[in-house]
């Protein structure tokens, strides 16, 4: 089992930048592949970005493809979202979660473990 903990959200202008980290307890971090979600008021929670085990496979949405970069750091349990050139559109609660699956994609099923979420919220 793991914990998940997010931080690094907060208010931004527009074209902005923000990093989201979300940090994993337990030693084996390196074990899942993780992925960062998003949900706005009144809407479903989407796909942002995933990352495989060994942070050497990414896949975004098409969204922020271009602007957001998932990272990982399995020394130090954590995974990272750049979040640059950001858009009032943006504006949502952001979740990291982990999934025991060795392939994992932008179905919210795919995902076992998540963190309580940050809030990002982009003023125009």
């Known amino acids: 089992q793991v914990q998940l903990v997010e931080s690094g959200g907060g208010l931004v202008q527009v074209g902005g930048s923000l990093r989201l980290s979300c940090a994993a307890s337990?030693?084996?971090?390196?074990?899942?592949?993780m992925g960062w979600f998003r949900q706005a008021p009144g809407k479903e929670r989407e796909f942002v970005a995933t990352?495989?085990?060994?942070?050497?496979?990414?896949y975004y949405a098409d969204s922020v493809k271009g602007r957001f970069t998932i990272s990982r750091d399995n020394a130090k349990n954590t995974v990272y979202l750049q979040m640059n050139s950001l858009k009032p559109e943006d504006t949502a609660v952001y979740y990291c979660?982990?999934?025991?699956?060795?392939?994992?994609?932008?179905?919210?099923?795919?995902?076992?473990?998540w963190g309580q979420g940050t809030q990002v919220t982009v003023s125009s």
């Open positions: 979660a982990a999934s025991v699956l060795p392939i994992v994609g932008v179905s919210r099923l795919q995902y076992n473990y």
């Open positions: 337990g030693r084996t971090f390196s074990s899942y592949a």
């Open positions: 990352i495989n085990r060994s942070g050497g496979s990414t």
